[in-house]
């Protein structure tokens, strides 16, 4: 519709970029030493994952993959609630949010 | 115009992406994930999802993340301690993310069928029909149970929230 504004993107460039911010999600997890951070990074893969579905749904102008993105946005949304609801438990119990030293279940 | 946009909040995602795994404080984490949050909304703006844009924007960037940084305040969490982490996620868990990341890249890459993104492409191109008409046609009517069973999701995610957050204070009244 509005090619007159320039250069277009190739698609397979919006998924690289998908694919890098899940890898640098999946880094933070594994480098993180703090409750916080590593959820933070489990939201960071959550994001690039929906890049790559609104990515598709432009590709093949798919109404479900922009709905399924909406889900997974308030998916997201619980799973934070409850995720931190956990952490302010876990800090209560243990005072202190080092994953090194939340161990009890570690073999 | 497109390519350019696209490359400035590319830029800014990876950069935030880079600098949360950087920072060593919580709250700086926390603050670079907003930019990528953000950025992300503009990439949706241009691969034509304005509806996802402005929850991405309002859900992620506005409440998911106001609560981060509440939780990070409230917690007092301080700076993070750099240890070398576990001995399976350096043995095991790199060479994993390098194979994880290969394996994507070589498939997109080979994957040449893929179209390119227009700028003003929407989902329908049917004059006059905006892509909310077009989501909310589809979501209230073919997808009205699943969206009505995620309500109830929301729900129990927020009554669980209370449930766990509170816990302290009922077993010292139990006492």
């Given amino acids: 519709m509005n090619s007159s504004l320039g250069q277009d993107v190739p698609l397979s460039w919006y998924l690289l970029l998908s694919a890098l911010l899940f890898t640098l999600g999946v880094v933070g ?30 590709e093949w102008h798919a109404v479900k993959g922009q709905i399924f993105v909406f889900f997974v946005m308030m998916v997201a949304a619980a799973e934070a609630a409850v995720g931190l609801a956990i952490i302010i438990a876990v800090f209560r119990a243990r005072a202190t949010l080092a994953v090194d030293r939340i161990d009890l279940m570690k073999l | 115009m497109h390519l350019i946009l696209f490359f400035v909040f590319a830029g800014f995602c990876l950069a935030g992406a880079i600098n949360l795994l950087l920072q060593s404080h919580p709250i700086n984490s926390a603050l670079s994930l907003i930019v990528v949050m953000t950025s992300l909304a503009v990439l949706y703006l241009l691969l034509g999802a304005e509806f996802l844009a402005a929850a991405q924007v309002i859900v992620y960037a506005g409440a998911i993340m106001v609560l981060f940084t509440f939780v990070v305040m409230l917690l007092n969490a301080g700076r993070e301690e750099r240890t070398m982490g576990s001995g399976v996620a350096r043995a095991v868990g790199f060479p994993a993310v390098v194979a994880i990341l290969g394996v994507i890249a070589t498939v997109i890459v080979k994957a040449q069928d893929l179209g390119v993104a227009k700028l003003g492409e929407g989902l329908t191109n049917a004059p006059g029909s905006t892509n909310i008409e077009a989501l909310s046609k589809v979501l209230f009517t073919e997808l009205l149970l699943p969206f009505e069973v995620t309500s109830v999701l929301i729900l129990i995610a927020i009554l669980g929230a209370v449930a766990l957050a509170s816990h302290d204070r009922e077993r010292q009244a139990g006492k």
């Fill in chain 1, 29 to 58: 997890f594994l480098i993180k030493r703090n409750l916080i951070t590593v959820f933070m990074s489990i939201e960071l893969m959550l994001n690039a994952v929906n890049l790559s579905f609104v990515t598709f749904a432009h």
